[in-house]
């Protein structure tokens, strides 16, 4: 099946900090979701992008949707304590009923005060 | 609005042992989704519903079943439980089947 790939599976940042986390894939996708899951709960939407080369903003946080459709990044700036958690970034090949989103495997990201 | 309501929040089964993990969403969204997921491993679909009736498998469905008798309910079942199948599930629901809404999960362990 396709596949999301994020990596490192952790990152440490100090308060204050921006951080920077990609997505990348072989496949085409047509549609790129960044999540944000924090401990004991269910991810929760951050950001959706619909369009190749889309820039979109969400208070600190930015998300691109890659022209080449085979990735995506997640900005985040100014980093703060409540920003801990682990960042899944999800992706549609297709579109339609029947079409399915696929996970990367999440970074955990720290911040150290 | 509650959004997702999964139940229960936690359970210990013993192998072999069967049970029912609920969903529910007051969104009145077509789309429903169960994925379980494994530390450091994402979320793997099991099954996904489009509609009160219709469902179908996903990326893991083996050892587990579904029903979707109505819009809001999306039970997932698991008739012989085996260690394998400790994990944490997720069940979400979705208007265009893009943008999903997720419950706050329920965690599974078979010994």
């Known amino acids: 099946g396709q596949q999301l790939n994020q990596s490192p599976q952790s990152m440490f940042i100090q308060e204050g900090e921006d951080v920077s986390m990609n997505c990348t894939s072989s496949?085409?996708?047509?549609?790129w979701l960044w999540y944000k899951q924090d401990p004991g709960e269910g991810p929760v939407l951050l950001i959706a992008?619909?369009?190749?080369?889309e820039l979109t903003s969400n208070g600190r946080l930015t998300a691109q949707f890659g022209i080449t459709r085979k990735d995506s990044f997640l900005n985040i700036s100014a980093s703060i304590p409540s920003d801990v958690g682990i960042y899944f970034c999800?992706?549609?090949?297709?579109?339609?009923?029947?079409?399915?989103?696929?996970f990367g495997k999440g970074i955990t990201l720290s911040v150290r005060p | 609005n509650a959004g997702v309501t999964q139940t229960p929040k936690f359970r210990i089964l013993k192998i072999g042992q069967s049970m029912t993990l609920q969903c529910a969403q007051d969104?009145?969204?077509?789309?429903m989704y169960w994925y379980r997921q494994d530390p450091g491993m994402g979320l793997k679909l099991i099954y996904y519903?489009?509609?009160?009736?219709?469902?179908d498998k996903g990326e893991v469905p083996n050892g587990y079943n579904v029903s979707r008798s109505t819009t809001e309910d999306f039970p997932l079942r698991l008739e012989l439980a085996a260690p394998s199948q400790t994990s944490v599930y997720f069940c979400?629901?979705?208007?265009?089947?893009?943008?999903?809404?997720f419950g706050q999960g329920t965690r599974l362990t078979v010994v």
């Open positions: 979400a629901s979705s208007y265009t089947n893009t943008e999903a809404f």
């Open positions: 496949s085409i996708f047509n549609t």
């Open positions: 992008l619909y369009k190749a080369g």
């Open positions: 999800a992706g549609q090949i297709e579109t339609g009923a029947n079409s399915k989103l696929t």
């Open positions: 969104m009145n969204h077509n789309y």
């Open positions: 519903s489009v509609g009160a009736g219709i469902t």
